[in-house]
């Protein structure tokens, strides 16, 4: 077996790097110049994926990571995760495709020809202040900051805990 071809491809304030973990794992990461944050979905072993944000070094915060046995749930965290800030939406369709064309080529998959690439309301504002509200008012019932998007919820962290809260709960701060 062949050892997996790094490579660096820009798409305006963003860079998609593929890094070899061997002859059939991999690491995809997704790097922001404009916030010094990456978010990174790595092969460790088959049928197990691990998408990692780490933050820039100036917000001494912990990383962030997710472990899937699906590949295909595995791709979607990344893609939902990914720092979009100040990124023009062409630059982020572009770079979206090409992490997705890195997956399935190192997958071994067929090319996916009618990709869409859905913007999750909160991803923009991953690593910033948002407030929690109750169900069924305007309540204010918490405020942190935003870690991930999991799912249907947000992950935030609060003082010195995580806590996950259903994404039609959180606002912008």
């Known amino acids: 077996m062949s050892i997996i071809e790094g490579s660096t491809k820009e798409f305006g304030n963003t ?9 059939s794992c991999y690491r995809i990461e997704w790097y922001s110049r404009m916030t010094g ?12 994926y691990v998408v990692i944000r780490k933050w820039a070094q100036a917000r001494n915060m912990s990383d ?3 472990e899937f046995n699906s590949r295909n749930s595995a791709l979607i965290h990344f893609l ?6 100040k990124s023009q939406d062409e630059w982020i369709i572009a770079a979206k495709q ?7 080529e190192n997958e071994g998959l067929k090319p996916v020809t009618k990709a869409s690439f859905p913007k999750p309301r909160l991803q923009g504002v991953i690593g910033k202040e948002v407030v929690v509200k109750s169900k069924v008012g305007e309540k ?16 935030i962290q609060l003082m010195n805990t995580k806590k996950k809260y259903y994404s039609k709960q ?3 701060r």
């Not at 944050?37 to 197990?48: E, I, Y």
């Open 80 to 85: 939902n995760n990914v720092d979009i800030v």
């Open 37 to 48: 944050a990456s978010t990174s979905l790595a092969k460790l072993m088959q049928g197990k």
């Open 64 to 66: 962030v990571s997710s």
């Open 15 to 23: 860079s998609v790097l593929l890094h070899s973990l061997g002859s």
């Open 140 to 155: 204010e019932i918490a405020h942190g900051l935003l870690l991930q998007l999991v799912g249907n919820q947000a992950e």
């Open 170 to 172: 959180v606002y912008i």
């Open 98 to 104: 090409h992490c997705l064309n890195l997956f399935v």
